[in-house]
């Protein structure tokens, strides 16, 4: 999903802005939140993210759902859990969990939170992902949402710090992994990993505050198991993905009211290996047999006035440097965006992207994409 704001607030106490408090007694508060929206694509759109079996203009409906609770365990610890959910819409009839966790609010001292939810890389490459549709180009990760995972964040007015650890756990999205697999699907089971990020914010730099941010990840994956084929007197499994790492670092200067400007370097390497196999089927012998990388980065900016409308634009470049086949291919995308909050609740926004010249071999992703949409919020 894109946001709206130029970067958005990391969900400590795990609740949206503005969700509705149902019951709050004794130090015990519920709050329900979600949102429904309807989004016009016009032809390119529909084709790039195969909308429709004719690639045809659409308008295509969503809604989210979320349940937040908290309570006080004493002055200095309080429970939270948050839950939320994409609805079925009609075309799609399955309730899908986006993110589930459960946690303990430490006050001052950070908050530790575990389940499905996403790593401490989020909090570096969110800086540039403000747009709805069509932004996120040149990063990686800004929808991996994991299970198994266990994050640690502790921020204050200057300093920020987050460590994460994933555990194992089956067809978990990883973006880029799709560039090894015939299936062309995102999707590995995680054998374990970590993540840590850092950040500091200057306040008050001129025109608003300055802020940086550097992290980085690893995930260890677990082979789905590849055949084998014939290598000399020995057999030789196909390539297979061992691990994933995975930098960012990210510099913010300005708010949400007036200008803004962000930029974001994200680089990820995936690394193969293949085993070879003797006579009683037995691998041995493990190779790395090649490794390619994603490398990108994105400069967005913003200005956002008091009645209520933001205007953004920004660049956004991804290479893809070595696939299974020894190719490579870079993307070059102009994403403009402009939205109108009517008040709290509702908004309206259409979006553009353009090609600035795409060096790779498929022509549908080379239109221009346009998206109008409405959101209500509660």
Known sequence: MKKKALALAIILTASAADAAT????????????????????????????????????????????????????????????????????????????????????????????????????????????????????GQFGEDEFRSGTIRYVFENDSFFASVSTSLASDNELVEGASYNDADKEDKVNIKGGFAASVGYTFNDVLFGPLSFKAGYEYIKVQNKGVDNYEYGIYDISAPALKNVKDIAASVKWGSDEGFSVGALYNTRKFTLTRSFINDCNNAFGDDVAFSYRLNGYEIVTAYGFENGITIAAGYEFMEV????????????????????????????????????????????????????GARYTF
Not at 55 to 64: E, F, I, K, M, Y
Not at 335 to 354: G, I, K, R
Request: proline residues 1%.
């Open 321 to 372: 440097k070595g696939d299974h086949k020894g190719n490579s291919e870079i993307f070059r995308r102009i994403p403009v965006y402009v939205n109108y909050d009517l008040n709290e609740n509702f908004n309206l926004w259409t979006e553009a992207q353009f090609n600035a010249g795409d060096e790779h071999k498929s022509s549908e992703l080379n239109k221009s994409l346009l998206s109008v």
């Open 22 to 137: 149902v019951y709050d007694k004794d130090d015990t508060s519920l709050n329900i939140g979600g949102r429904v929206q309807s989004v016009f694509y016009n032809t390119g759109a529909a084709k790039a993210n195969e909308l429709n079996k004719g690639n045809d203009n659409t308008l295509v409906n969503s809604a989210r759902f979320s349940l937040e609770g908290r309570s006080k365990i004493n002055s200095n610890v309080s429970a939270f859990a948050f839950s939320e959910w994409d609805m079925a819409n009609g075309t799609d009839e399955n309730l899908k969990t986006r993110e589930q966790f459960v946690g303990l609010d430490f006050n001052s001292y950070g908050k530790l939170m575990a389940g499905k939810t996403y790593s401490a890389m989020k909090s570096v490459i969110e800086v540039t992902d403000i747009f709805e549709d069509f932004g996120c180009a």
